[in-house]
């Protein structure tokens, strides 16, 4: 697969392609991508901690997975494909909304994308592949939203940003029932 990222305008037209890597340096360039917030059949959402080698917020909470599609790929299918690749699960995904955001890591580097996010369900056994995925846990809404409050929380900005207009917006997912 790629390593290239799809530039776009404000109004997620495709505008370029651009390495991934060149992408996040500097103040970065606005990318799509996507965040799948992925659900059991009991409400908990699975929340992983960034790989150590990751470039930007290595070692930080964060939703299931955050990804981009290559060019000439869908949303969904890019969403499906990195839940496999970085969790080992195949799961349906639903489209809730998209933002634009900006997020400087220090002087590493920016994430200025216009983020997709999804939703999907499983309650299979997730299998995180190491480069990618630290560590994961399923947690209920109280749990996160209790972390997210505190001050010394280590959660990506993206995902800080996605919480509490989900909980607003999206009090009861409406969860694809089958896995593909």
Known sequence: MTHDVVLVDAQDRPIGVCGKRDAHL?????????????????????????????????GF?????CSHPAPGE???EAASRRLHEELGVWASCRSLYSFEYH??????????????????????????AADEVS?????????????????????TPWFAMQWPRLL??????D???KHV
């Open 61 to 65: 909470w964060s939703n299931a997975c």
């Open 74 to 76: 869908t949303i969904l």
């Open 135 to 155: 560590e994961v846990k399923w947690q209920t809404r109280a749990e996160i939203s209790a972390q997210l409050a505190q001050r010394q929380a280590l959660f």
């Open 26 to 58: 500097g103040n970065g360039r606005l990318h799509r991508a996507f965040s799948v917030h992925l659900i059991d059949s009991s409400g908990r959402h699975l929340v992983q901690r960034r790989a150590a080698g990751k470039m930007l917020w290595p």
């Open 103 to 128: 997020a400087r890591f220090g002087s590493v580097g920016s994430e200025h994308e216009l983020c997709h996010v999804l939703v999907a369900q499983t309650d299979a056994e997730v299998s995180p």
């Open 175 to 177: 969860i694809p029932s």
């Open 168 to 173: 607003a917006e999206h009090p009861e997912f």
